[in-house]
């Protein structure tokens, strides 16, 4: 494995070198950032998908732009891809005493009390700006982002002890919005539904769900159940523009059925 690893650095370093790939040459840290992320997305959806094989297509993809930043930060000087893996294997080592080491831990729970405090105490890494944010990436889409912060704040104490009163803080988010609404004014509402988004996140914390798994789970719903729609229409000779709302309504009560019963 290793051979094979150095043979993808050598890559790497051909398509960056003079006689290499005028395009590879060409790409700087911030365009091939913006890859990394959409490839790390294209992974996710392997892994949702259950499809191994695109998941390890895109597992690599993932990895080449790793190289890629790395040999553009080493010709810079900066650092190579060996340092990137000292870095990273320091760190796992250090943050896993109960693994490396001889601490004792008895739940999950300890083990993430003590990951964040040696990343604190350990290794100094404190916000000046305030611990609560401190690396929470803010290109993180909103509602992964949403669910560490809150994360953070209930660490220290900060929190609702029981996801009853969630539901009740969701009831008053609710409450605020309708309120809004009637009086109008677009910043009002959006700050409203912000926070209802933000309870909504909170009840998703309680009750172990990922907020963006669960929506993007809602999206592909709906997506298929309008598929539904369209086919059906389609086969009436009819688009979707051209159909009532009421036929619509009712094809997608047929939709939701068909999904209920296989549950």
């Not at 398509?15 to 590879?24: E, H, K, P, T, Y």
């Not at 994360?151 to 009163?165: H, L, P, T, Y």
């Amino acid at each position: 494995m290793e051979t094979k690893f150095q043979e993808l650095v050598k890559i790497m370093e051909r398509l960056r070198s003079l006689d290499g790939c005028l395009w590879d040459r060409t790409q700087t840290k911030e365009d091939i950032g913006r890859y990394l992320i959409e490839e790390a997305h294209e992974a996710i959806d392997a892994i949702e998908e259950g499809k191994s094989e695109a998941l390890r297509e895109e597992l690599g993809d993932v990895l080449f732009q790793i190289l890629f930043l790395a040999r553009i930060s080493e010709e810079a000087g900066e650092f190579d891809i060996s340092d990137v893996i000292d870095t990273i294997s320091e760190k796992m080592i250090r943050r896993h005493p109960h693994v490396f080491g001889d601490t004792t831990v008895e739940s999950v729970d300890e083990i993430r009390s003590n990951w964040e405090e040696i990343k604190i105490r350990s290794e100094g890494k404190t916000d000046r700006k305030g611990s609560l944010s401190y690396k929470i990436p803010r290109s993180l889409p909103s509602l992964a982002r949403a669910k560490k912060i809150t994360e953070r704040a209930s660490m220290v104490g900060f929190d609702w002890d029981r996801k009853e009163a969630v539901l009740e803080k969701i009831e008053e988010e609710l409450e605020e919005l309708r309120a809004a609404l009637g009086k109008g004014g677009e910043p009002f509402i959006k700050e409203e539904i912000g926070d209802l988004l933000f309870s909504i996140v909170n009840l998703c914390r309680f009750t172990d769900v990922e907020p963006e798994e669960a929506l993007r789970f809602s999206i592909a719903k709906f997506i298929n159940r309008f598929a539904f729609i369209e086919e059906s229409l389609k086969d009436e000779g009819k688009t979707p523009e051209e159909a009532s709302l009421e036929e619509m309504d009712r094809l997608w009560d047929i939709a939701k059925s068909r999904d209920e019963a296989k549950r």
